[in-house]
Each structure stands twice: as C-alpha cells, then as structure tokens.
C-alpha cells in the first residue's frame, strides 16, 4: 500500500475527496445501470468486463478508465485478482470541472462516454495517476468548505483538457470523414457539433432537424439510443454550460446575459437555471465574486 492511499475508501484527511483501490467500492453492479457518479481510475492488475452505455470492453492492466456520471454501465470481475485504484467523480464535481473548460464541446462527452477506457503505456503512468490523486486531496485539504468543489475541479480540468486536446488531435479528423461510425453515430456526432454554434439562440430541436435533413423525431430517438440522453436535454446542458461561464467570467450584466443566452427575459432564464441548479443566476454569480 502506497502511502497516502485511502484503505477501503475511508476519508482522507478531512477532506471530501477520497482515492480507493477497493473494488468493492466501486459504483457499478454485474447488470448496467444509470450511474449518479462516475470514476476515474487505473487497473493494476487482472481483469474485468466492462458495458458502458452498451459498450463492452474487456479492461486489462494499466487500462485507464474514464466513465462519466450518468452513464448506464455495469462491471463483472474477470477473478479474484482484479483491482483498481481509482476516485469517484459525482455530477457536481464533473459539471463544476467542465463548466471551467470553455474550449469543450459535446461532441467530446459523446465520444468519452464511448471510448471509456484506454491502454497506458507503462507502470510509471499508473503511478503518475496516484500522484494526481493526492496531489487533488492535498489542496483539497487546505481548502475551506466552500471552496473545496472548486479546488478539485481546478485540478481536475488539466486532465480533461488534456483528453480534449488528444480527441480533437487525433480522434476528430477519423470521426469527421466519416471513416469511423456508423450513419447513426455520425448523425448524432454532426447535431452535438452543431449545439456550440446555435445552441445560445436556438432551443427547439426542430431547428438542428432541418440542418441535417431528417425529422425532430428520428433524431430525438437516435440521440437518446446513443447518448442515454435526449436532444433537448443536450440542447439545455449545453446552454447551461455557457450560461455558467457568461455568469462567473465575464463583466456582462444580467440583462445582455439573458440577450446574448437567447431567453425571453430574466423571468425565464432564472426558472431555467434554478430548475438546473437550485439557485438563482445573481446568487450563482455572487459565490464567485465575494469573499
């Protein structure tokens, strides 16, 4: 056991943040099921069949596996020696993380909540992983309550940013000349590329349907078979995430914030964002900007 790792997925060090290396501990059963947190983690030994939205793969060591929350995903051991150090990734803390990543677009959590798990080149990255891990816990730690999720987004964001830029260097090319998928997934990859560009003023899947020349339907139905999620709601998390960015980044006032977000008016854009989040835009905007 390497120091500073959380036998059993007790607490670390008063903080809320914890490493484990227990597979018990992990959040998926023998038959997949909707997920309330995912996992970041490093399988260090064994073997272990894993179906991630009805993706199955057969994860070996030194295996990273990235599966974000509300994925469908199940996990049968393939023996007793399986093991994996991992951390747990709760839907706060992954929306906090990307929230901070302006450059992020669907099309990447589409293609993340596919190709979940891949090989690392050695031993030495896997122990890179636990150095990453405590180095999150250690400014965790010296953070006050408040600002802890923040704390653990910031340092969590490089490590999403870094998957980013390897999807958009050598994954996207593949994806885009239609060399990889199939019609259905390219479908669904061309209206999650369509969302950074429209998504803002344009809320009503009918309108991506006519881009792509097929029905509000079929591409509703198509969505959701692929992603565990509906159009609509892709159209609202993304204008979510950019409505967060505009409230915590930048100076605009609330006015050309509702303006620039495409909602009729201040009445509207509240009900959404406090549906979605449980606080009103100001006082989202106020716990960035005081003390």
């Known amino acids: 056991m390497e120091d500073g790792l959380c ?61 974000l929350p509300t994925a469908v995903a199940g996990m049968v051991p393939g023996g007793s020696d399986f093991a994996m150090i991992f ?52 400014r965790v730690g010296h953070s006050t309550r408040r600002f802890r999720l923040e704390t653990a987004a910031m340092a969590l964001r490089l490590f999403f940013f870094d998957l980013f830029v390897a999807y958009k260097t050598r994954e996207e090319p593949a994806l885009v000349s239609g060399r990889k998928g199939s019609p259905k997934e390219r479908l669904v990859y061309r209206y999650l590329g369509l969302l950074p560009e429209h998504a803002r003023q344009e809320k009503q899947v009918g309108f991506y349907a006519d881009k792509l020349a097929t029905s509000p339907q079929y591409l509703s139905m198509v969505v959701k078979e692929l992603t565990g999620e509906t159009a609509r709601e892709w159209i609202a998390k993304y204008t979510l995430l950019r409505l967060k960015n505009l409230l915590r980044d930048s100076d605009l006032g609330i006015k050309e914030i509702v303006h620039r977000m495409g909602f009729a008016d201040h009445s509207s854009m509240s009900k959404f964002f406090r549906k979605r989040t449980g606080m009103s835009p100001t006082d989202y905007r106020a716990g960035f900007h005081t003390a």
């Open 87 to 138: 951390i747990k990734l709760p839907t706060d803390l992954f929306q906090e993380t990307m929230n901070g990543i302006a450059r992020i677009t669907p099309d990447f959590i589409f293609y993340m909540q596919r190709h979940y798990a891949f090989p690392l080149p050695d031993k030495q990255e896997a122990k890179e992983f636990l150095r990453f891990c405590r180095m999150i816990r250690s």
């Open 7 to 67: 036998k059993q997925g007790a607490a670390c060090a008063e903080t809320d943040f914890r490493i484990y290396d227990s597979v018990a501990d992990l959040p998926l059963g023998n038959v997949p099921a909707p997920l309330s947190e995912g996992i970041i983690g490093v399988c260090v030994g064994g073997k272990a069949r894993f179906d991630v939205n009805a993706n199955r793969r057969e994860v070996t060591a030194y295996d990273m596996v990235v599966i």
